[in-house]
């Protein structure tokens, strides 16, 4: 069974960078596809970056393309988000999640992953 847990979420100002880790246990050969997500209240969840285990191929929300970069070390079963020029908008819990399929090209449709962690809070405020 996939369990994934999130760290490295915290209060950051303006402009500031946090790292954020997936920790993933339980992965199998048909789990291609790692995605980043984030969620404020009210609102629904986004699909913000995603990587093919296989080959690295990254996909990035516009929202984001440009200051986030997503990484997979496949050894250490841990994905990684380093988030660079954070904005308040970017507030919001952060997850990763899993996809088993044989797609290529990874999408960040929330409803296409299966298994999730619980979440890391990142606060971007002065």
């Known amino acids: 069974q996939v369990q994934l847990v999130e760290s490295g979420g915290g209060l950051v100002q303006p402009g500031g960078s946090l790292r954020l880790s997936c920790a993933a246990s339980?992965?199998?050969?048909?789990?291609?596809?790692i995605g980043w997500f984030r969620q404020t209240p009210g609102k629904e969840r986004e699909g913000i970056a995603c990587?093919?285990?296989?080959?690295?191929?990254?996909y990035y929300s516009a929202s984001v393309k440009g200051r986030f970069t997503i990484s997979n070390d496949n050894a250490k079963n841990t994905i990684t988000l380093q988030m660079d020029s954070l904005k308040p908008e970017d507030t919001a819990n952060y997850y990763c999640?899993?996809?088993?399929?044989?797609?290529?090209?990874?999408?960040?449709?929330?409803?296409?992953?299966?298994?999730w962690g619980q979440g890391t809070q990142v606060t971007v405020s002065s």
């Open positions: 999640a899993t996809r088993s399929t044989p797609q290529r090209l990874c999408v960040i449709r929330p409803h296409l992953y299966t298994n």
């Open positions: 339980g992965l199998t050969s048909d789990v291609n596809h």
């Open positions: 990587i093919d285990r296989r080959d690295g191929n990254l």
